[in-house]
């Protein structure tokens, strides 16, 4: 048996016992070791729901109740930021899908229902008719950043496709469907590359720029909206069936498999446009990518092995396994400019922890639909 389906039981134990010692606190990544605490300096953050989402999955693994308190006590403090319309924004699915709307899906909470709606509602208001763009970020009402879309956003089409779903209210997905197919005609280059930010006059629809964001420039192939990409077509194509949806997905994983041959001996960079001497990587946009390959490995085997090299060397070379550590996973990056680069982020532990899981055929659906 390969090593990497022993990964899980290797980390479970440390994850229990940071879980301990993180009650009551949102982690987005970790000063000296330790996780800090978004809960009381940033309650609208785009990364509040990863460590509820990684505490259900493991809830869902292990039956362990501190998982599910933990995570039942993210969602209620996310509450805060539903009040705050000027904290609500494009990353509504990353928020709310790992927390009440898991949550909903697990036991049928009310009250769980209600936020996950809300924040549909909300995300459904950000599209932009002219130009069929759900807004990304918000500005200080100027409009500055009124005609800006980003590819990560394909991660949070879920949240409406589930609306339409719970609602019987087609809306929601028309609006994410249409967001899903003005991203494959802006964002997804011919050779299956991604652009970062797509740039719109937001009065006549007309697509004007792209911009590389945060990745190397313009131009460029940020690995972490490679995977974006990735995975959220591989999602359209799961909750509409469509084709077309499935083909874009394979296109940006072929894209992604072949970039990564040029960079043997070390994980994902950061962008697969940065100087060849640049060694920084991108734990994170591994992680999503093996996720996103994981599913597409289901009709097509090639794409499970390219998830499995992926999570091979971030297992036998990126892990913590090391106790007095919070994080799990090392040489991750905020963005390829920042000089934080090279850091822990939540997210990369969630979607290792859902690529193990899925490893296994045991990940919760969500992201995914709920199955069965
Ligand atoms: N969604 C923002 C990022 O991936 O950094």
Known sequence: MKEIYKALEKILPKIQKVSQRSRGIIP?????????????????????????????????????????????????????????PSGMDHDSGFKWLPTAVIHYKLDGNGKSLDRGLLAAENLAGRFNPQGSFIRAWNDSGDGSRAGT??????????????????TRDPRF???????????????????????????????????????GGQGYGEGSSWTRGQAWALYGFVLSALY?????????????????????????????PIDFDQPED????????AAIAACGLLELGKIDEKYREAALGLLEFLCENRLSLDESEDHLLSNCADSFWSNRSQMTLIYADYFLIEALLKLEGKDLPIFTPKRG
Not at 174 to 199: L, V
Not at 244 to 254: I, S
Not at 278 to 285: I, L, P
Request: with cysteine; aromatic share 12%.
């Open 278 to 285: 640049c060694v920084r990587e991108d734990s994170s946009a």
């Open 28 to 84: 987005y990544t970790t000063i000296d070791g330790r996780f800090d605490d978004t809960s009381k300096s940033s309650i609208c953050w785009w990364t509040n729901g990863f460590f509820g989402g990684m505490m259900w999955q493991l809830y869902h693994y292990t039956g362990d109740e501190i998982y599910r308190e933990l995570a039942i006590d993210i969602e209620e403090k996310l509450d805060l930021n539903l009040m705050i």
């Open 240 to 268: 509409t069936g469509q084709e077309k949806y499935l083909e874009t997905a394979k296109k940006v994983a072929d894209n992604f498999i072949l970039q990564m041959t040029k960079w043997e001996g070390m994980g994902v």
């Open 149 to 166: 879309a980003i590819i990560d956003c394909m991660m949070n089409l879920p949240l409406l496709y589930w609306a339409s779903e719970v």
């Open 173 to 211: 997905s028309q609006i994410a469907t249409r967001h899903a197919d003005m991203a494959m005609k802006y964002f997804i280059r011919d050779n299956g590359s991604a652009i970062h930010i797509g740039i719109f006059d937001p009065d006549s629809g007309e697509f004007i720029r792209s911009d």
